[in-house]
């Protein structure tokens, strides 16, 4: 019997994260489900997948997870990853009001700090720690859930839209040194998602006139882990109803 696929999901336990290891689970993959509070262990057990509970921001429970991933399940083939919400990102309706006058000189070198921990050296320690798991499995794939932000940098989120593009260019060069080794990473850029908050205003930017779904994001991710994306790597792909007007 061939054996399952596994995939590693952080940020795993509500929200994109969560829906991201339904899908993969539904699609025949052993899941590993890493979240910094207990819903990693309900979503875990919903799937009949294994939870880890730990935190992005410290390395050590990064490796815990990818060391559960291969000692249960034999290796590693699949890694999304669901780092949250930055300091300072407001759920806010402004996102789009020209007259907002949203801090940014007044955030504390603190909250500077500690969004590049969590959106950036969290992604290059992940990469770091799973990639040799990956090269032995002759391969995988790798999917970073961002932001739109990104490409539309908003005082509303003001730290996610400094750290957003810098993940980006991670990927970009993550895939120049590891395609060879079979390896692809790519970003997936959602818009205004079914958890946030919403206006009219906002609502009329988007030109699919609605809020996106989770599933949608969690249907594009498991497109860009299997074998029908195998030629796509180092881009990023917004899921945002056409909101982003950047070409």
């Known amino acids: 019997m061939a054996k399952r696929p596994v995939a590693l999901v952080t940020g795993g336990g509500r929200g994109m994260g969560a829906e991201c290891a339904r899908e ?7 899941v590993v489900v890493g979240s910094p509070t207990e819903n990693c262990e309900k979503i875990a057990a919903e799937i009949g997948g294994v939870a880890v509970r730990g935190s992005l921001a410290e390395e050590k429970d990064i490796a815990r997870m990818v060391e559960t991933a291969t000692s249960r399940f034999g290796g590693l083939d699949a890694i999304v990853m669901s780092n949250g919400h930055a300091p300072w990102s407001s759920e806010s309706t402004t ?16 909250d500077w700090l500690a969004g590049f921990n969590l959106m950036i050296m969290s992604t290059i320690r992940l990469c770091r720690l799973a990639t040799p798991a990956l090269i032995a499995r002759g391969g995988g794939a790798i ?18 839209s400094v750290y957003r593009p810098a993940i980006a260019g991670f990927a970009k060069l993550y895939a120049d040194r ?7 990473i790519n970003a997936v850029l959602p818009g205004f998602m079914e958890n946030w908050p919403m206006n009219d205003t906002v609502m009329r930017s988007i030109p699919m006139a609605r809020q996106g779904r989770m599933e949608e994001v969690s249907k594009t991710v498991a497109f860009l882990v299997s074998g029908d994306a195998s030629y796509i ?15």
């Open 24 to 30: 993969l689970a539904a699609r025949g993959y052993d």
């Open 95 to 110: 996102a789009f009001d020209p007259d907002f006058d949203g801090p940014l000189l007044e955030i504390p070198e603190s």
């Open 143 to 160: 999917v970073l859930i961002s932001s739109f932000a990104a490409f539309e940098p908003r005082l509303v989120f003001p730290v996610s």
């Open 178 to 184: 590891y395609a060879s080794k079979g390896i692809r």
């Open 233 to 247: 790597t180092g881009q990023s792909l917004l899921i945002d109803g056409g909101v982003t007007r950047a070409l």
